[in-house]
Structure formats: C-alpha cells, structure tokens
C-alpha cells in the first residue's frame, strides 16, 4: 500500500466498499511484522506508531479519481493542439 503523509490532518485515505476496512500498518520501514487494525469510515484511526488512516467510499472515490484523469488527459490534449498550432505557424 502506497503511504501518504499519515497525518492526523492528512491521513492515508484507504477506499473502502464496506463500513470498516482491514488495515495493514508497516510502521516501521525494516518492520517484518505489519499492525493489522479496523479502520471504520467516519471514524479515522491512529496507529501505535503515530501513522493514521481513514476509510473512506471506495465508489466516491474511484469515481472522483476517474474525473480527475480525464480532466488531467483533456488539458494535455488541449496543450497538444495549442503545440501543434504553434508549429504549424
Ligand atoms: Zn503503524
């Protein structure tokens, strides 16, 4: 699992499909064990290593990151054409 900041104001958003999420903590980079805990949507949890996490709708989510590519692939074929004019100047 990708790990962001873990801040209690930026915490790791783990999408979930269900109201809780099994969550796996590696706390420490060389750690061999990892902290499972459940993390409950609404309710973000901190791990014993400081480290937190939040639950939050996988459906939302997924659909928010698909608006956000598409956004992010229309500017750069905007930026593409505005190239292509320059060039054909
Ligand atoms: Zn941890």
Redesign the pocket.
Known sequence: MKRGPGTKSNPNLVPSFEEKRLVG???EEDATTI?WMWVHKGDPKR?????WFKAIDAVNHFEQVEKEMEAEILERKAEWEKQQKLQQK
């Open positions: 903590c590696v706390c902290n791990c014993e290593c400081g480290y």
